[in-house]
């Protein structure tokens, strides 16, 4: 086992790629699913010498499979949303503390001390549902945020508007974590212009409003918000971290994270950076599950190592790596 403080507490990618490594190993010996998918694609464990050889498990797989690292009791199960009917993804996760320190850490890491902010959220889409992990950790960075102002608001958008009102005349600065189609319904009630708060969408509409791309979305959550620029949050279910983006849809990770974009023809080759390709995460908050996840979505990594996302797959299955069916 890896400590966490290991994981952590990462200060090169040199450094990163080593952990890296060892988690894999771990993964391997002690995760059936993935040994199950590594061996399927006549990977083995000794020959894995570099990042680009270690093989990114699927993300449908958390749909159909309990992917788990150690035996431990399951203290938490994140869910993803969906339609009815729909399998969702389930993530079983034995050590929830790992969550609270990627999420916790990478905060302070992108905006700094959770105290300095009221932190305001509106994602009914989320409240609504059980198993959400955004729900969870934005419960969590409210009650550490030790303010008064801070909470959820669900359909009530008016006293959301007073509060956001009232908190920009005090001069306080303040965090409105907003579901996209939600967001955009806040500022069809009311236009604002805000010194002082800054609107992070999480992204997607569920099914609420037709899709945008990024840029008319942001411009219009500019233009009614009276800002210049919407923060992001990337993560997901099947993940323990996050990555951030500060405006301009450019995200950067925490240093336990890192992603490499691979060739939508070939999932197992890559695309240098630039060209758009398949997200794939390593995430090594994700000790106790997968550490190496091969997203749906579509999406440029930078030479700084920052990346864009650009949408998803349009079919539902990752092409090339559909090789375990229940």
Known sequence: MIPAPDIFNISSQKQFEKIALKVFRFQYDNNAVYRQFCELLKVEKGNVKSLREIPFLPIQFFKSHEVLSDENPVQQIFTSSGTTGMVTSRHLVTDVTLYEESYRKAF???????EDYAVLALLPSYLERQGSSLIYMVE??????NNPNSGFYLHNHDDLIEKLIELEEQDKNVILIGVTYALLDLIEKRKFNFNNTIIMETGGMKGKRKEMIREELHQQLCDGFGVSA??????????LSQAYSLGNGI????SWMNILIRDT???????????????NVIDLANINSCSFIATQDLGKKYPNNSFEVLGRFDHSDIRGCNLMVL
């Open 230 to 239: 919407i923060h992001s949050e990337y993560g997901m279910t099947e993940l």
């Open 108 to 114: 302070s890491e992108f905006y700094g001390n959770i």
């Open 265 to 279: 023809e070939d999932a197992l080759n890559y695309v240098d950076n630039g060209k758009t390709g398949g997200i």
């Open 140 to 145: 969590d960075l409210i009650k550490l945020s």
């Open 251 to 254: 995200f950067e990770c925490p």
